[in-house]
């Protein structure tokens, strides 16, 4: 069967598709250690020498902390539909269990009823990589009393705000959280051991479980996890790197979907690991593998894999030489997205998905161009480019079957890229630093009209 030309296609979406965009708490908020609350790893991790690329720090970050009126009026201007957006646990519990602060959690439900008052859905993150510094000290995802830690935070928003939030995501992409911030040290913590990496994974995956647990015994709406997802694909026809491609792909794409969704891990762990990886307890896995409403996918990027000693741990992706390359180094690749989304289906089954993360950092200048009828305008048709591409192929992912119920834009706005601190820009939403002004890039304008036509417009040429 052919394919109908994409001139000729018609990009609706499905109804009840919801058109957002997604940010994190650490990358916008700044203000971290306002109004009582404590500070997280990454508080700490910014504030180590040598940790952030030329030293910056999340200390004023989008200041959204002080300027979320603005943010959502932003959002609301767009034509959001949904926002997704994580919570800072050590706002809302600074020493991480215990005492809450009052203001911390105030911050976030006036957040929530601002969305809501604007027609924009909230879609809450109770994860998004910022541990309170107090519980690291106890020994973080180390020590496996951080489910029950974790739980504990994640019933004190559901008592406040389930109902006014209808949707959850327990935590944001543990691969990274693991292999950045345990194996690599290129994140918070910045620990560098082959061992903790998978002792962290799977106390990740034990809080996620609880917190699945203990939403089931407060919330009525829907919970569900949050995983980065990089196709694999094999630089040649040979035996080791196909062998390669399927440790990667297990390490990567698997590890934490299969003891969410199946309830147990994938056995190239055991592989990759060797003697790092332990025989875990079979009742752990009754409570990581819980019953979840849908499953966030994040995509950016594939990799292409060459076999290489004691990958896939410490390699990166062959560069294809034809390719169209991001700021951070990421192959612009939109039909793997396609792939993924059916390898999905075919793995897992039904359960309805997310787009929870897709975006692109390209080259921004650090003020907006002003025209000469004095509006301010940034100019960025590789993220248009990028972006349209991408929606064509959760399009066509849709039109073969698979429950995709949304897509989350990253990101809102310029940010804080964590130890690349301000050098990439993903936002939609351009941010002077030096002033605080927001100007909506030209591909929050042309992402205006896709949601305004609720994808019709993605069979439009692209603007010059």
């Not at 829907?222 to 080791?240: F, T």
């Not at 030489?321 to 897992?348: C, D, H, I, K």
């Amino acid at each position: 069967m052919t394919a109908a030309p994409a001139e000729t296609c018609d990009f609706r979406f499905p109804d009840g598709f919801l058109w957002g965009a997604a940010t994190a708490a650490h990358q916008i908020e700044g203000s971290p250690l306002a109004d009582g609350a404590g500070p997280s790893i990454w508080t700490r991790f910014a504030h180590t020498p040598g940790m952030m690329l030329n030293g910056d720090t999340g200390d004023v970050a989008c200041d959204h902390y002080r300027r979320w009126r603005e943010d959502v009026a932003l959002m609301k201007s767009l034509g959001l539909q949904a926002y997704r957006f994580s919570v800072s646990w050590s706002r809302v519990l600074p020493e991480g269990t215990g005492r809450v602060n009052p203001k911390g959690l105030d911050f976030y439900s006036r957040l929530v009823d601002a969305l809501l008052e604007n027609g924009i859905e909230p879609l809450l993150t109770l994860y998004h990589w910022d541990l309170p510094a107090a519980l690291d000290d106890r020994g973080g995802w180390l020590n496996r009393d951080c489910a029950d830690w974790f739980a504990e935070y994640a019933s004190v928003l559901y008592r406040a705000l389930d109902g006014r939030v209808k949707t959850w995501v327990t935590l944001n992409e543990p691969w990274v959280i693991t292999d950045g911030g345990y194996l690599h040290g290129a994140l918070a913590p910045g620990h560098r051991s082959r061992y903790e990496a998978p002792i962290a994974s799977h106390n990740l995956m034990r809080a996620h479980g609880a917190a699945v647990q203990a939403y089931r015994a407060l919330g009525r709406h829907r919970i569900g996890l949050v995983v980065n997802i990089e196709p694999k694909y094999p630089a040649s026809d040979s035996a080791a790197d196909a062998a390669a491609t399927r440790r990667a792909h297990a390490y990567m794409n698997e590890q934490y979907l299969h003891p969410a969704l199946l309830g147990h891990y994938p056995p190239e762990l055991k592989e990759i690991f060797g003697d790092a990886w332990p025989d875990w307890p079979a009742e752990d896995f009754a409570l990581i593998r819980q019953p979840l409403d849908f499953v966030g996918i994040n995509y950016y990027t594939r990799s292409v894999t060459r076999a290489q000693e004691s990958y896939p741990l410490n390699a990166g992706a062959v560069r294809q030489p034809q390719s169209t390359y991001t700021e951070t180094g990421w192959e612009v690749y939109p039909q793997a997205l396609t792939e993924l989304l059916l390898w999905f289906r075919r793995t897992y089954g039904e359960i309805p998905v997310y787009i929870t993360e897709n975006g692109a950092a390209f080259y921004d200048p650090p003020q907006a161009r002003i025209e000469e009828d004095g509006r301010r305008r940034v100019r960025d048709p590789l993220r248009i480019d990028y972006l349209h591409r991408h929606l064509r192929a959760v399009h066509a992912a849709i039109q073969a079957g698979v429950d995709v119920r949304g897509y989350m834009l990253w990101s809102l706005l310029d940010n804080l890229e964590w130890s690349l601190g301000y050098s990439k820009r993903f936002g939609m939403v351009h941010v002077n630093y030096a002033t605080q002004e927001r100007t909506p890039k030209d591909s929050a304008l042309w992402y205006a009209k896709v949601i305004a036509s609720h994808g019709r417009s993605l069979a439009d040429p692209l603007p010059d």
